[in-house]
Structures are given as structure tokens and as C-alpha cells.
């Protein structure tokens, strides 16, 4: 993968990250919190194989997201446990909004979980932006 292409990848990777948090904001504010959580989940998906993709790291599934995320980022101390934590648990709760019938989602946890989402994505985002070189 060449330079130009990375960056483009990333790019798009973010962007979707982005599309996918105004879809959980606008979701959460109707009160589908079990969508909302799901997109809440591909947002930081998204952001995590962007970060992934400027090591050249390339993941095949949403299991080898998280691996490689504890891999490269948690293990070397760029990210913290915490991330990667909230990573597992969001992923997990994305599962349990879209096929369990039982899972239970609350507006309050939710809107803790947006907030718990938008600083894993900030922090990717200063990762992201120290990983990748400027251009002149």
C-alpha cells in the first residue's frame, strides 16, 4: 500500500467513523437507543481500522479489529487499556442491540456511551494525526 493510498483509506475510514456518530446522535435524540448503540459501535470501528491502516495493518474481521487494536496500539502504550476496553464492550453491545431479544438499553447509558465514544474517537484522532505525515 503506497503512502497516498493509506492516507486515502484512512480518510474514507474516518469519514465513515464520522457519518456513523451523527447516525447514533440523531438516533439516540428519537429514542432508538438499540440502533443508536449499533452505530455508536461502527463509529469507533471505523476510527480503530483507520488507526490500524496507518501502521499498514489491514484486519480481515471486526474480532481482528480488536486484536490488532491491543496489538499495536494498547500493548506499546499509544492507546490505553481503558480504549480497548470500551472498544470490547461497545462491540459486544452492538451484538446484543442488534439480536438480543432481552438486551435493555437505557437513554442515560447510552448518552454515557456517546460521551465514552467521543473520547476513544479523539484520542484516535491525535493518534491518527501524529502516525500519518503532513503534507507540505
Known amino acids: 500500500m503506497t503512502d497516498a493510498n493509506k492516507n486515502a483509506n484512512v480518510e474514507i475510514?474516518?469519514?465513515?467513523?464520522?457519518?456513523?456518530?451523527r447516525a447514533a446522535r440523531i438516533l439516540l435524540d428519537a429514542?432508538?437507543?438499540?440502533d443508536a448503540e449499533s452505530r455508536l459501535y461502527y463509529a469507533i470501528y471505523h476510527a480503530a481500522v483507520a488507526l490500524l491502516l496507518t501502521e499498514g495493518v489491514e484486519p480481515r474481521s471486526h474480532a481482528g479489529v480488536t486484536s490488532l487494536l491491543g496489538l499495536h496500539f494498547v500493548r506499546p502504550g499509544r492507546l490505553a487499556s481503558e480504549d480497548a476496553r470500551l472498544f470490547a464492550r461497545i462491540q459486544k453491545y452492538r451484538v446484543e442491540a442488534?439480536?438480543?431479544?432481552?438486551?435493555?438499553?437505557?437513554e442515560t447509558g447510552?448518552?454515557?456511551?456517546?460521551a465514552a465514544?467521543?473520547?476513544?474517537?479523539?484520542?484516535?484522532?491525535?493518534?491518527?494525526g501524529r502516525s500519518l505525515p503532513t503534507s507540505p
Open 13 to 21: 475510514e474516518m469519514e465513515r467513523s464520522g457519518e456513523c456518530l
Open 31 to 34: 429514542g432508538l437507543l438499540h
Open 98 to 106: 442488534d439480536y438480543a431479544r432481552g438486551f435493555v438499553l437505557t
Open 110 to 114: 447510552v448518552r454515557e456511551d456517546l
Open 117 to 128: 465514544c467521543d473520547g476513544f474517537l479523539e484520542r484516535v484522532h491525535a493518534e491518527i
